[in-house]
Structures are given as C-alpha cells and as structure tokens.
C-alpha cells in the first residue's frame, strides 16, 4: 500500500468515525499525513512519560523505567492499531522484537514486518536510565515510518523525536534548518554516549582536536546535532534500529549526513533488527570524520 493510498484510508476511516477528523476524546485530532501524524504521535507518548514521571516518583529507579517504557509502549500499539491498522509495527518494548534473529541466525519465526510495505519503527523510550534520574532532560520517544516503496537507502520516510523534558519536537513535518557552520576555530563537538561511548571515541576526538560531549539518548544526540549544538554523534558497540531509525529520518530530512561509520548506508526493516554503529553530521564535515574514523576502528 502506498503512503498516500494508506492516508487516504484514515481519512476513510476519520469520516466513518463521524466528524472527518480523527477525533478520539483523548489525544485531540490526529493528523492524516503520516509525518505529522508521527510528531502527534510521539508527543502524546511524551505526555504520557511526564505523568508517569510524576505519578511513579524516583525512589525506585528500575521501577519507574519499566512503568515508563510500558506506558509509552502501550500508547504507541493502540494508536497505531486505531489510526494505521493496515501498518506493521518494531518496537523495542515487543517481547518478540529481538527474537526475530538470536544467537547470529534467524529464527524460524519470520516477523510480518518482513513482508510488509509499511513499518513503524518506535522507541518508546529512548535514553530510558536518563529518564530514571530526576532532573534529566536527555530522554525522547521515536517514531519513524519505514516504507518499501522509498527508493533512498533507509527508506524512512516519516520520523518525529519527542523531547518531552525540553519541550521541543523534531520531525520530519517541518524539517529543521540546516545547522549554522561553527565560528572558525571553535573545537569541534561530538556527541557520545555518557554510559556506554565507543572505546575508540576519545582517541578519535584527540586526532582531530574534538571535544566530547556526552549525553543520553541517540535521539536526543541526534537532535544535538540537528539544532547545532553537537557537530557530530558517533556511536559504535551496539545499538537497534528503533534507536535512531526516527532522529535519522530527522537528520536526513533536514540535509546532514548520516551513515554507517564505516561511510555505509543506514538500513532499517531488516531480519535482524541490530544497528550497531552510526555516523550522523553536518555534510561538511563527514569526509574528515569518516577518515579520522577509519584510522580507530577496532580491526575485525
Ligand atoms: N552497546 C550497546 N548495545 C545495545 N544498545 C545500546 C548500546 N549502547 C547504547 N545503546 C542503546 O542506545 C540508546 C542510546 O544510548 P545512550 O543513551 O547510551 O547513548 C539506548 O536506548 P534505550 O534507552 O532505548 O535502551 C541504549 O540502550
Ligand atoms: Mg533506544
């Protein structure tokens, strides 16, 4: 089915439900276009996180992470189920998510997602251990829009980053300015990851004069990046593709660069959902960094 023949049946399906909007009592209206249609989507799931956060509490840590991942978890599969039931969904909180592919071989259970042409890729909670910690605002919710039909490499054709705590969305709606160029001589700046950052990063940022700035959240990373505040993020080491698939479909919305750190593509929607690595900066700067990177990859 094609993103448009699939917005056409929501509008279908909002005129059968009476008003020829997408009233449901709860959340407002969702909008017909996917891309917009994501950013609703991820802001209520972000809403849902603040009450959480605050009904919960952070006296127990483990708790209030599972209280939220499911919260959101659940918004996103009962919204998705209403509002785009013909669609397919990855999730990171599906018990099955990362069943798909164990051990290094697929297992005999092929998901649906496979054979679909069109697939929600969601985080419900992404910078899940900054979302714990009170005070921290380093925690988004992803949802992005995968379709067969795309003929750019990852095939994401919507995405939205809920940034509940900061009070901002991106996503691919509006797509964000291009970020300004920094003042000449101002260190570069890289984004990684606070508690789990590539065991190569620092040297790389030493070889080309980078400072590091560590952060939670590849969604929140990403949009570092988008908005200017970050000149790069480079993750290694693990990853899946809810991780980014959304902040990716942002980056690339809005022009930067985003890759393997290897300078491959990023693909999403395959058997085996693992992502590890990932490259995102301004155009500019991607030939130094890719080069720089191949210089401290660990070998193989
Ligand atoms: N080595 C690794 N293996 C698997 N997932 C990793 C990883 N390093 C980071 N991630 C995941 O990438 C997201 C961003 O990580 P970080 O905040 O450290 O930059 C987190 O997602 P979740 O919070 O959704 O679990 C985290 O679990
Ligand atoms: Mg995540």
Redesign the pocket.
Known sequence: MTSERTETSARVLAQREGSGSHENGNGGTPPVIDAAFARWLADRAGQVLLQVRDEVGYADGKALKTAGDRAAHDLLRAELARWRPADAVLS?EDDHARVAWQDGEPSTVRPERLGASRVWIV?P???????SEEGRT??AVHVALWSAESSTPSRLVAGAVAMPAQHRTLATDQPPAYPPLPPDGRPIRIA??????PAFVTALAGDIGAELVP???????IAAVICGDADAYV?A????E???AAPVAVALATGLHASRIDGSALKYNEADPKL?DLVVCRKDLAPRLLAALQRHLPSE
């Not at 909670?125 to 979302?131: A, S, W």
């Not at 990684?192 to 950052?197: E, H, I, M, N, Q």
């Not at 080491?237 to 899946?240: I, R």
């Open positions: 990171e985080d909670l992404d910078g899940t251990r900054e979302f380093d925690w990684a990851s606070r508690t789990r950052p952060m939670g959240s590849a969604g929140v990373k993750h080491g693990g990853q899946y809810w991780d980014s590890p």
